[in-house]
């Protein structure tokens, strides 16, 4: 079941976020020694990476890996990693070799090709035997997402092909993003759905049609309704929030 969590305004959103980040790691790190996490960029995501990094707690035992790219650069304004690296990865004294970037430069196909062996060769596998809701891809320990107006999550847009790419899909290029730049690199659906957590951030009153779509019957024009509910935590503000029933 879908944990949602309703916030005043935007600033508490990125509290709350910030605290449920620090309480995955802590039971990743208590479990397994190590924490597998994944970042997005976007506003929302990015005020959370500061108030992390302003009590950076211990992050020895995390690993920092991305759901998405763009195909620019690292010092490229619409990096992601490059948002991550100024608002968190610096300051919270993360070692840079275990930061692990995708590297858009390389494009959609060849940079997709790189990030999927690098997750293979570091992050633990499902075993498999757990059907289509436990594949035998990497397991992240928590993924940070946002969520676009369109219901699109990570690179992950309504309608596209990625989301047809099977259950042992890992990463994927993506050469039609209805979004600038078109050529992207993303995790799959399957490694979101095998993640142990996925926490979605939302804010503003233009997200607040997505965030309904997303809580409703699954679809493929709705890419966030197709996370794995038992294991993603929502945090919206007021205005993202879904109406409430009436009593």
């Known amino acids: 079941m879908t944990r949602l969590t309703s916030c005043c305004d935007a600033e508490t959103v990125a509290q709350r976020a910030a605290a449920e980040i620090e309480r995955q790691l802590a039971l990743a790190r208590e479990q397994r020694g190590v924490a597998h996490i994944a970042l997005s960029g976007g506003s929302t995501p990015g005020r959370t990476y500061e108030l992390l990094a302003a009590e950076p707690g211990d992050w020895a035992e995390a690993e920092v890996w991305f759901a998405d790219e763009r195909c620019v650069g690292p010092e490229d304004e619409q990096s992601n990693y490059r948002l991550a690296a100024q608002t968190l990865l610096a300051r919270a004294g993360i070692p840079a070799e275990r930061v692990h970037r995708m590297e858009g430069e390389l494009g959609p196909e060849e940079g997709a090709r790189s990030y999927a062996r690098l997750l293979c060769e570091r992050v633990t596998a499902a075993d498999g035997n757990g059907g289509p809701e436990r ?113």
């Not at 928590?142 to 847009?157: E, K, M, Q, T, Y």
């Not at 049609?209 to 007021?238: C, F, K, W, Y």
């Open 135 to 247: 594949p035998s891809v990497p397991v992240l320990d928590v993924v940070v997402l946002g969520i676009g107006p369109d219901g699109h999550v990570a690179s992950l847009f309504p309608g596209a092909a990625t989301l047809d790419a099977g259950p042992q899909a890992v990463c994927l290029g993506v050469r039609d993003s209805p979004k600038p730049p078109p050529e992207r690199i993303t995790v799959s659906l399957a490694v979101l759905r095998a993640a142990r957590s996925c926490l979605l951030l939302a804010t503003g009153a233009g997200k607040a049609d997505a965030v309904s779509a997303m809580l409703g019957t699954p679809s493929r024009h709705v890419p966030a309704s197709l996370l794995a509910r038992e294991r993603l935590t929502v945090i919206v503000d007021d205005a993202a929030a879904p109406p409430r029933p009436p009593r």
